[in-house]
């Protein structure tokens, strides 16, 4: 197996005992896992796998890890945005550049009126699998399995598109490759300069409040930019930005496949991205989820919904960050609305682990159904349940890390209200979510705005 992140020679070789560790998952009954019916297939597609390059790197995963120890101490914000589901089909240029310049652009809002700096990481490149709550969809009659993402096996309701499908798995890492390169020469090369913090807005639609709002910040930064250059200011650190790749690390066997031996430690890293979350379903303290991230080096997440205790969060909290670094553990609550204010406040009074970084996920615990049929949430529950975690935090003394999202740049139609105002009518206008319901453009900035206040109050 091609463990090794770098082939030199001298390089620290990994211990037998952490080798063996990476392989205990497999003893603890994997939730969620694909079912694939031809084991020699799967083999040959984990093969390939574990002969391709690193997506990231070690290093840039400790980078990481520093910066969300500095959201844990107040000192910086996380912003995590993207899709519930990535597809292949979507992974198209476009589609990523206004992806990622919205969260460049909520940045830009949040770094601007909260002064904080903004650690900004996306549900991308290589968020493409999902935990279902049935095992089984059935449409007029007709009973498929569910679609479990682009890497298990394709939307479509046929019976071949359903099949759980290794050959998926070398697709999903290449649409990640081609999506983490786009974003690497985004962020580096110049089109994440602050200087064109107007141009973000290009493309986007122009006569709505939010568009016209954040036109007059840009104006703001603009001048304040001029007035430092005139002043002789440095501005290399405004040309790049560092932008990470985050995603849910729910499928086991290619989470495995793409985890290498750093050289300089000889620890195992996921180099499936840079960030890797355990998701509400699969955060079983003696499950299989939680037992592999503890053995990777990255800084992991884990989602915490409204029944979690706080014995639950603090044998997490031994198991995934037994040495209590800042920044190696994120607590990512989504308790809902109605809840957050009754729950939250409990539970980070109980759990005193200050190198903790909490982070609000506001969309997961706000799903709704419309009457006229779509998943869906309310722009307004989102936004509570936002000034729901601010306000626990400020009860609690603790500090508020960030927030993770469901966005996407284009100008969808999936979430209800914000300033468009959508109603469950123009839910049918441009519904596209192969999963959960998503913000556009104009509720991302809309949210930043808000936020913004939040942070300065
Ligand atoms: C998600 O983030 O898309 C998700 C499934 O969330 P959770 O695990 O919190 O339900
Ligand atoms: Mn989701």
Excluded at 150 to 161: G, K, L, M, P, R
Excluded at 188 to 198: E, M, P, S, Y
Excluded at 317 to 339: N, S
Aim: glycine residues 8%; hydrophobic residues 35%.
């Amino acid at each position: 197996m091609n463990d090794n992140m770098f082939t030199a020679a001298g390089t620290v070789k990994a211990s037998q005992e952490t080798l063996d560790g990476l392989e205990r998952w497999r003893e603890l009954n994997p939730l969620q896992q694909p079912t694939y019916l031809d084991a020699a297939e799967l083999e040959e597609a984990l093969a390939e796998l574990r002969q391709q390059p690193p997506l990231i790197f070690a290093g840039e995963a400790d980078v990481l890890t520093q910066h969300i120890a500095k959201a844990s101490r107040g000192e910086a914000f996380i912003l995590a945005g993207g899709d519930c589901a990535e597809t292949f089909a979507d992974a198209t240029a476009d589609q990523i550049s206004r992806r990622v310049q919205t969260i460049l652009q909520m940045a830009a809002i949040l770094t601007y009126g909260g002064s904080v700096p903004v650690v900004k990481m996306g549900r991308m490149a290589g968020q493409f699998a999902k935990p279902r709550s049935a095992e089984t969809e059935t449409r007029d009659g007709v009973t498929l399995p569910s679609y479990r993402g682009d890497i298990v096996n394709s939307h479509e309701f046929t019976e071949e598109a359903r099949r759980h499908d290794p050959r998926r798995l070398q697709e999903a890492y290449n649409t990640s490759a081609s999506t983490l390169n786009l974003i690497r020469a985004f962020t580096t090369g110049g089109f994440a300069d602050l200087r064109f913090v107007h141009q973000w807005n290009r493309g986007f639609l122009s006569a709505n409040e939010n568009y016209m709002r954040y036109e007059r910040t840009a104006a703001e930064i603009d001048r304040a930019l001029k007035f430092m250059e005139a002043c002789g200011a440095d501005f290399q650190n405004l040309r790049s930005v560092e932008f990470f790749a985050a995603h849910e690390a729910l499928l086991l066997e290619y989470e495995r496949a793409l985890t290498r031996i750093d050289s300089r430690t000889g620890e195992p890293y996921g180099t499936s991205g840079h960030f890797l979350w355990i998701g509400e379903r699969t955060r079983d303290i003696d499950g299989a989820h939680v037992d592999f991230l503890s053995r990777v080096k990255n800084p992991v997440g884990v989602k915490l919904g409204p029944t979690a205790t706080t014995d639950d969060a603090l044998r997490l909290a031994e198991k995934l960050d037994p040495h209590g670094t800042p920044g190696r553990l994120t607590f990512i609550t989504r308790m809902g609305a109605e809840t957050v204010r009754e729950r939250l406040p409990k539970l980070l009074a109980s759990v005193d682990l200050p190198h903790v970084t909490w982070v609000c996920d506001p969309m997961h615990g706000n799903t709704i159904t419309s009457s006229n049929g779509f998943k869906t949430r309310r722009f307004e529950d989102v936004m509570s349940e936002v000034s729901g975690f601010f306000d626990a935090h400020a009860e609690a003394g603790t500090i508020p890390g960030g927030l993770h999202m469901e966005l996407t740049g284009d100008d969808v139609t999936e979430v209800m209200g914000g300033g468009a105002e959508i109603d469950e009518e123009g839910l049918r206008r441009r519904y596209e979510t192969r999963v959960d319901p998503r913000l556009n453009h104009d509720q991302s900035l809309e949210m930043a705005f808000q936020v913004a206040e939040y942070l300065t109050s």
